[in-house]
T-cell receptor
Framework: SQQGEEDPQALSIQEGENATMNCSYK?????LQWYRQNSGRGLVHLIL?????REKHSGRLRVTLDTSKKSSSLLITASRAADTASYFC???????????FGTGTRLTIIP | DAGVIQSPRHEVTEMGQEVTLRCKPI?????LFWYRQTMMRGLELLIY????????DSGMPEDRFSAKMPNASFSTLKIQPSEPRDSAVYFC?????????????FGQGTRLTVV
């Protein structure tokens, strides 16, 4: 079963705009990760945020985590055409490395 | 490092045939995952190993599916007999379990088509 649900399922924005994707999960987690998948390729890790962290930055990426609401958001600033991909959140529980993925958000950047 | 290597990249087989998918994880990683991705069901975890031992196989659909990890550098996922509904992209991923959660590295996937 899937732990996370991403919202929206699909998002189209103009190049240069910011893109925000949300992820909700159901149970307590050890950490939450965001991955990116280009069409026909494997998933690539973007960023990991631990359950005791609230915000994390990496380049144009900003991730927030609200454990009280069991939700996370991924913000991509100054989007580029190359950011077009599907984005997934993934959670792992305490004590094991089992990674459970959400349903994904398909992001399209319009040049 | 060459990353996680999966073979074959594409597999087309007839219903009822046995299919074996292969995975070589990144050297030094001690966790290995098999995932299946379809449009209808998204990315599903089938099984994961830690130190070559299967830890959670609750995602394996049925007895037709089996997975092995005979050593730290090789794993197989076997489907016997295969059915058209098994058509999907199968991903292998590996990570190093440091106790605090780390990123998983994915292979390029095997696209399986059962006709």
């Amino acid at each position: 079963s899937q732990q996370g649900e991403e919202d929206p399922q699909a998002l189209s924005i103009q190049e240069g705009e910011n893109a925000t994707m949300n992820c909700s999960y159901k149970t307590s987690i050890n950490n939450l990760q965001w991955y990116r998948q280009n069409s026909g390729r494997g998933l690539v890790h973007l960023i990991l945020i631990r359950s005791n962290e609230r915000e994390k930055h990496s380049g144009r990426l900003r991730v927030t985590l609200d454990t009280s609401k069991k939700s996370s958001s991924l913000l991509i600033t100054a989007s580029r055409a190359a950011d077009t991909a599907s984005y997934f959140c993934a959670t792992s529980d305490f004590g094991n490395e089992k990674l459970t993925f959400g349903t994904g958000t398909r992001l399209t950047i319009i040049p | 490092d060459a990353g996680v290597i999966q073979s074959p990249r594409h597999e087309v087989t007839e219903m009822g045939q046995e299919v074996t998918l292969r995975c070589k994880p990144i050297s030094g990683h001690n966790s290995l995952f098999w995932y299946r991705q379809t449009m209808m069901r998204g990315l599903e975890l089938l099984i994961y190993f830690n130190n070559n031992v299967p830890i959670d196989d609750s995602g394996m659909p049925e007895d037709r599916f089996s997975a092995k990890m005979p050593n730290a550098s090789f794993s197989t996922l076997k489907i016997q007999p295969s059915e058209p509904r098994d058509s999907a992209v199968y991903f292998c991923a590996s990570s190093w379990e440091g106790g605090r959660g780390t990123e998983a590295f994915f292979g390029q996937g095997t696209r399986l088509t059962v006709v």
